[in-house]
């Protein structure tokens, strides 16, 4: 079976992360090629050490869609894919045009939940709900053209299928999963101060606002409190500006991108996620795999991950007054969270493990292949 994965970019992204630990897991019968349309390329190391045919357009302009659409459709007519798989918002515009004018079989993919309340909210003005809405009346025009979809959560497969009036049994899930056997037990680090750490870009959605806030009524309080954020992204003044007026310069450390990030954990105490909306969250999986105590949003995609008080702490959404109770919990009755954290491993082994995905994965694309 030749699959071809088409993606915006292969920049450090969740979805371009998943889709390389599913590859990486997929038998010799399936040959894979990959397809990028802009130049970011974080991973193209990673991608290359998995022996697949990787096809750079190197588009320019952000929503260059036609160029991209001549380009992708040589690209089918040359390989010859049995089926297609497409991630993000413009590979699956141009994805769907091309696969539509090469009659090849297309699966689109689900990986956030695009058309919610906040980020919606995103959009201000009147140039930013025509932008909101002109994308999202270009997603439902062309959405009858796949002929099934994968999500990465129940919820987000729902979402998506109201927003865009596709049949949910044209949905199937299959959850984000990492190799569990890159992950060793997390153990406290024997250290003076008491580490939160975050993983994620740098962007208000991930919730950077009131995690900041809900630190600073901690570091009041804790003089050994540390808040330690991996990413990068276009919100960073922002987050320095609010880092500076409280006064945390010291305590709150923006320490960019690092590869592996997940490995941080090992060297922190707690790893917290307050972000707005998500799709089924690669971090959270990390986190959850290490055994590492847990604080999450209560975002319905984080609750198909983990359970409030059995395998984590669940705050309010967008509450800072919550999630300054939960990060001073965390501290105060450690033992319990720890075994918390014990139990949220547990769970991963068994649900989130990346040769049980693959699978899953694998045999829905031959299935889908060999049906008419």
């Given amino acids: 079976m ?17 889709i390389a630990h599913i590859i990486r897991h997929f038998s010799k019968d399936t040959q894979v090629s990959i397809l990028y349309f802009y130049p970011k390329a974080d991973l193209l ?17 952000k929503y260059d869609f036609i160029k991209g659409i001549a380009g992708m459709k040589k690209v089918l007519q040359d390989l010859k894919p ?13 994805s769907r045009m091309a696969c539509k004018l090469t009659g090849t079989k297309l699966i689109g993919t689900f990986v956030d939940d695009s058309y919610n309340i906040e980020r919606r909210k995103t959009f201000s003005g009147t140039s930013g709900f025509i932008k909101y809405y002109s994308t999202w009346l270009v997603d439902r025009m062309t959405s009858f053209i796949p002929c099934l979809w994968i999500a990465n959560s129940k919820y ?5 299928a109201k927003h865009l009036g ?20 997390w153990k406290k680090p024997e250290t003076d101060d008491f580490r939160f750490v975050c993983i994620g870009r740098l962007y208000e959605k991930k919730g950077y606002p009131e995690l900041i806030q809900a630190f600073g009524d901690i570091a009041n309080k804790y003089s050994n409190a540390k808040l330690i954020i991996y990413g990068e992204g276009s919100y960073r003044p922002q ?29 922190s105490h707690c790893f917290v996620f307050p ?9 959270l999986v990390e986190a959850m795999m290490t055994g590492i105590p847990i604080i999450s949003s209560d975002i319905p995609m984080n609750l198909e991950a983990v ?11 967008k509450d800072v007054t919550d999630l300054a109770d939960k990060m001073q919990e965390m501290i105060s009755n450690y033992p319990s969270m720890i075994e918390m954290g014990h139990k949220a491993r547990q769970t991963a082994m068994k649900r989130f493990d990346i040769k049980n995905i693959a699978k899953q994965y694998e045999t829905l694309l031959i299935e889908t292949v060999h049906k008419k």
């Fill in 307 to 317: 359970e409030n008080n059995k395998t984590a702490l669940v705050h309010q959404l």
């Fill in 275 to 283: 972000s707005r909306f998500e799709g089924f969250s690669g971090a």
């Fill in 166 to 185: 596709i049949p949910t049994s044209k949905i199937k899930v299959i959850y984000r999963g990492r190799n569990s056997d890159d992950f060793s037990e």
């Fill in 156 to 160: 987000i497969g729902y979402s998506n």
């Fill in 2 to 18: 030749k699959v071809l994965f088409a993606i915006d970019s292969l920049q450090q992204g969740g979805a371009e992360q998943s």
């Fill in 82 to 94: 049995d089926i297609v798989v497409t991630s993000l918002y413009r590979s699956n515009i141009i």
């Fill in 239 to 267: 987050m320095e500006s609010q880092i500076a007026a409280l006064k945390l310069n010291h305590r709150i450390i923006l320490a960019g991108n690092v590869p592996n990030a997940w490995q941080k954990m090992y060297e």
């Fill in 45 to 61: 190391s990673t991608y290359q050490e998995l022996g697949c045919s990787i096809i750079s357009l190197n588009l320019q302009g």
